[in-house]
């Protein structure tokens, strides 16, 4: 498969995006279920791409490529319903897929204690937004706060990849910004789907930086890296 493939699928991605976000504005339910699930099937396809170009280490692109699938099913999950049981089964798919992102992060870079303080900053300020903002939880606040504890987790192995930049630069910047993206596309989605009186612009912008990440996550199995651990403890 030629080196650049992934590129097509992720611009394709972005075109399904547009689709997306033109189908949320119309108010088109169908159109918001096709786009969405046709976008994330793209970042999918980019995965797989680079887990068959990534010859080097089929463990990181194997876990990133089943953490793809299981957020493709959450979209598709959370598409089909915002509040009911399809919206809980959505959620664990997403959190899986973080904890398989996490482990695959792992293999880039060992955890050390300072990964598991930035985890509960994170956690802490995430649970802190849930208690003091505005929302309607719908008796789901154990479902987020789960969720909010592994997606904090994910995103700080991702940051501590800067301990391991030196192999592999491109990787780890992408990894970096890839997590933090999806921090805040969450974020903003708790806003949007909880959150009293948000505007339409608030799923639109969540939607972005979400893709955006996929596409910085998917864009890092093709770039080179070192295959071994960094023996920090």
């Given amino acids: 498969m030629k080196e650049k493939t992934y590129l097509i ?19 088109s339910f169908a159109g918001i279920v096709l786009c969405k699930s046709a976008a994330s099937l793209f970042f999918v396809l980019a995965g797989i791409c680079g887990y068959i170009r990534n010859e080097d280490n089929r463990k990181f692109s194997r876990l990133m490529l089943v953490g793809f699938i299981l957020c493709m099913a959450g979209d598709v999950f959370l598409a089909l319903d915002s509040k009911g049981i399809i919206f809980v089964i959505g959620v664990v798919s997403f959190a899986a897929a973080h904890v398989l992102f996490t482990f695959a992060f792992r293999g880039i870079c060992n955890f050390t204690k300072v990964d598991f303080v930035v985890a509960a900053v994170i956690f802490a300020a995430s649970i802190s937004l849930l208690c003091i903002g505005s929302f309607e939880f719908q008796g789901l606040f ?15 192995k991702a940051l501590s990849l800067w301990r391991c930049r030196q192999r592999g630069p491109q990787r780890a910047v992408l990894i970096m910004t890839g997590g933090v993206l999806f921090l805040l596309s969450d974020i903003l989605l708790l806003f949007w789907l909880f959150g009293i009186g948000m505007a339409k612009e608030v799923q639109i912008v969540n939607w972005v930086f979400y893709y955006l990440a996929q596409g ?3 864009a890092a199995l093709h770039k080179t890296w070192e295959n071994r651990e960094s023996g920090e403890n």
Avoid: Q, R
């Avoid at 699928?9 to 108010?27: K, P, Q, R």
């Avoid at 154990?142 to 700080?156: D, E, K, Q, T």
């Fill in 9 to 27: 699928f992720e611009a394709f991605m972005l075109v399904a995006l547009l689709g997306l976000n033109i189908a949320f504005l119309n108010g």
């Fill in 142 to 156: 154990p479902v987020l706060v789960g969720y909010a504890a592994v997606i904090s987790l994910m995103v700080a």
């Fill in 216 to 218: 910085c996550l998917t």
